[in-house]
């Protein structure tokens, strides 16, 4: 199974800032790499897919970048309503396997 | 806009089988892969597996020898069974739809959730 490894497991930020997500692959991946934005009893919900498209009607503060092992899930200035979990997710190979989460917390 | 819904048991007994079905609304389950997720409470995203239309199927392989999935095309369902159960599998289960581009797949959109309690 291809690992998948999120840093940091959460961070503290503030409304505003600037918040960056890492995401490694135990292999390369290409960019089968997907994002997804989890609030507390909801379903999660898909932001970015192959690494770096938006998805339709996700705020344009969201954006991904990389390939083959690392990628980068960024949002350029931290809303209200981003708190959340937010988990990576590859689609290079079955079984399909997510990161374990990166929590973003309010400062 | 597509939506799905989860239904089945809250409450399974240890040995047993689970089963959830997934109704789908909004669309046809024509021609897409679904798929199943389940989340144990505080805990990260696990993928169970995946069904085609075609009743093609693909499981995770630590979970393959208890999974059976099944799609019934012409209620737009699909369905999970998870047999000799234990605590472990206590989850939220979600099903979701596999979208497809570009040889690139990924989930969207999910179902609610159900909570799936395994307990005598």
């Known amino acids: 199974d291809i690992q998948m490894t999120q840093s940091p497991s959460s961070l503290s930020a503030s409304v505003g800032d600037r918040v960056t997500i890492t995401c490694r692959a135990s292999q390369s991946i290409s960019s089968y790499l997907n994002w997804y934005q989890q609030k507390p009893g909801k379903a999660p919900n898909l932001l970015i897919y192959?690494?770096?498209s938006l998805q339709s009607g996700v705020p344009s503060r969201f954006s991904g970048s990389g390939s083959g092992t690392d990628f980068t899930l960024t949002i350029s200035s931290l809303q209200p309503e981003d708190f959340a979990t937010y988990y990576c997710q590859q689609s290079y190979s079955t079984p399909w396997t997510f990161g374990q989460g990166t929590e973003v917390e309010i400062k | 806009q597509v939506q799905l819904q989860e239904s089945g048991p809250g409450l399974v007994k240890p040995s047993e089988t689970l089963s959830l079905t997934c109704t789908v609304s909004g669309d046809s389950i024509d021609g897409y892969y679904w798929s199943w997720i389940r989340q144990p409470a505080g805990k990260g995203l696990e993928w169970i597996g995946r069904i085609y239309t075609s009743g093609s199927t693909n499981y995770k392989p630590s979970l393959k020898s208890r999974v059976t999935m099944s799609v019934d095309t012409s209620k737009n369902q699909f369905s999970l069974k998870l047999n000799s159960v234990t605590a472990a599998d206590t989850a939220v289960y979600f099903c979701v739809r596999v979208r497809s581009g570009s040889s690139y797949d990924w989930f969207d959109p999910w179902g609610q959730g159900t909570l799936v309690t395994v307990s005598s």
């Open positions: 192959a690494a770096s």
